[in-house]
């Protein structure tokens, strides 16, 4: 059953110059239900702006264009913000923003901020019973009930983010979008953030999960499915073993090259930099997005509309080279990536 359906969504940044930034361009995917589902892509490809996006809850200078966002087969693009934030967000959605551990007010206890939470959504719960359903979930999340009576300054980073985890699942939301979850706690840490995602997401307190990183191997141990981003489009899916182990599209092969991977079967492989930078999506390129910092691009690739392939059942692409002609390409340009990575830089070639 299909906990999620975004279809054709579309939503840009205005700004004080009254341009219109396209941050998430026509994109569509489902998440079912029990899944988990990984998007990675470079800084600033759009991750964030489409979990935002994805909640229907915009406010300046996030603007929604076009498309539908379906949970649990109810669209919410037609709903008023109000309604959105009363009966959807926390109940229906949930989201674990960047910079989480920054995210606790410092004037409160943490009690007191659940408590506030809890009833901006409506709950009629007694005092009593609010800090029931408080301790009952802190200790799923291995803190302890000390923790409600603390201020956020009291906390280490790893306390923090397991309590902002906690808040944002107090309602047991049918899905739940982790955005960087884990990008500034140390690896022990991430460790067990990550695992306790995956026990919340078991014992049924979470139903379906997004999880949103720059890292792609990291997904191969949280999630089931990944799609990359970039520019604002999705440029490629499948499930994580194929992502990690056998990626299709250039950018997607290249944040693999571009990172040390532990995982079996992966070792061994060309470490290169991905040259440039993300075009200026105020002017948006025509052709590929990607055309212009990618190794294989010819001139069709600068002018030519990208059309996504398909390259079996949910596996897909955005690429104007056909699969065969790709492999073809990657297996005749290895030699020369490695007589590159022993004489120096790749960017300059």
């Known amino acids: ?15 004080r110059m009254n341009e219109k930034v396209c941050s998430v361009d026509n994109v569509s995917f489902t998440l079912e239900e029990g899944r988990s589902l990984g998007i990675a892509g470079e800084s600033g490809c759009g991750k964030s702006t489409l979990a935002m996006s994805v909640m229907g809850y915009y406010f300046p200078p996030l603007n929604y264009e076009s498309g539908s966002i379906i949970i649990d087969g109810k669209d919410i693009t037609s709903l008023e913000p109000d309604t959105i934030r009363a009966k959807v967000l926390g109940s229906d959605i949930a989201y674990i923003p960047q910079a989480a551990m920054n995210a606790l007010n410092p004037t409160r206890k943490i009690m007191k901020f659940i408590e506030d ?5 409506g ?27 603390h201020y956020a300054v009291e906390l280490s980073g790893g306390m923090k983010q397991r309590t902002i985890i906690a808040i944002s699942t107090i309602l047991n939301p049918k899905i739940l979008i982790a955005d960087e979850p884990s990008s500034a706690l140390d690896v022990s840490s991430q460790k067990i953030v990550i695992k ?7 014992k049924g307190f979470v139903r379906a999960m997004l999880f949103i990183t720059h890292e792609l191997p990291l997904l191969f141990n949280v999630t089931d499915d990944i799609m990359v ?3 604002g489009e999705i440029v ?3 499930t994580a073993k194929q992502m990690v182990f056998d990626p299709i599209m250039p950018y997607s092969k290249g ?3 571009s990172i040390i991977v532990p995982e079996e079967g992966t070792r061994g492989h060309v470490l290169m930099a ?12 025509s052709g590929c997005r990607f055309a212009e910092r990618c190794r294989f691009a010819d001139a069709e690739c600068h002018k030519a509309e990208v059309p996504e392939q398909e390259a079996g059942p949910g596996r897909s692409y955005r690429c104007r080279h056909k699969l065969e002609d790709l492999f073809r390409i990657y297996e005749n340009d290895l030699p020369s990536l490695l007589d590159d990575d022993k004489g120096g830089s790749h960017d300059q070639k």
Do not use: C, W
């Open 255 to 257: 944040l693999m090259n």
């Open 196 to 202: 306790l995602l995956h026990d919340l997401m078991e």
């Open 274 to 285: 991905i040259p440039g930078a993300p075009p200026n999506l105020k002017l948006r390129p």
């Open 123 to 149: 709950s009629d719960l007694s005092k009593a019973e609010m800090r029931n359903l408080a301790r009952e979930r802190f200790n799923i999340l291995n803190l302890p009930d000390k923790v409600l009576d």
């Open 229 to 231: 981003m970039y520019a």
């Open 117 to 121: 939470v809890l009833k901006a959504h």
């Open 236 to 238: 490629e899916r499948g």
């Open 1 to 15: 059953m299909a906990m999620l359906e975004v279809k054709n969504l579309t939503t840009y940044y205005k700004t």
